[in-house]
């Protein structure tokens, strides 16, 4: 199993920017496609945005195209999200996870379970 540790979130104003950092413990993440992931408390888990092996290929949810941005540095082992604009129903818990699938196929089933604990994002005046 690809073992993911989210970080980077927090609280921040409407309007406001934040970025999180998934980062690979152990296998390197390179052969697989990652993706973001949020649930909010008392609605389904949504695939927010994936990104292929090689970053030249990439899927956004409706509801966050033009404001966020996901990006990798294999070679950090890293993925990344960056969040603009960020909206009182972004808040949620974050996870990231990766499998050999397509982007669209790994945002539109996302996992049962996660490796990491997640990152919250609070958006809130």
């Known amino acids: 199993q690809l073992q993911l540790v989210e970080s980077g979130g927090g609280l921040v104003q409407p309007g406001g920017s934040l970025t999180l950092s998934c980062a690979a413990d152990?296998?390197?993440?390179?052969?697989?496609?990652i993706g973001w992931f949020r649930q909010a408390p008392g609605k389904e888990r949504e695939g927010v945005a994936c990104?292929?092996?090689?970053?030249?290929?990439?899927y956004y949810a409706d509801s966050v195209k033009g404001r966020f941005t996901i990006s990798r540095d294999n070679a950090k082992n890293t993925v990344y999200l960056q969040m603009n604009n960020l909206k009182p129903e972004d808040t949620a818990i974050y996870h990231c996870?990766?499998?050999?699938?397509?982007?669209?196929?790994?945002?539109?089933?996302?996992?049962?379970?996660?490796w990491g604990q997640g990152a919250q994002v609070t958006v809130s005046s």
């Open positions: 996870a990766g499998r050999i699938a397509t982007v669209q196929a790994l945002c539109a089933r996302p996992p049962g379970d996660f």
């Open positions: 152990g296998l390197p993440l390179e052969d697989n496609v």
């Open positions: 990104i292929s092996t090689s970053g030249d290929s990439t």
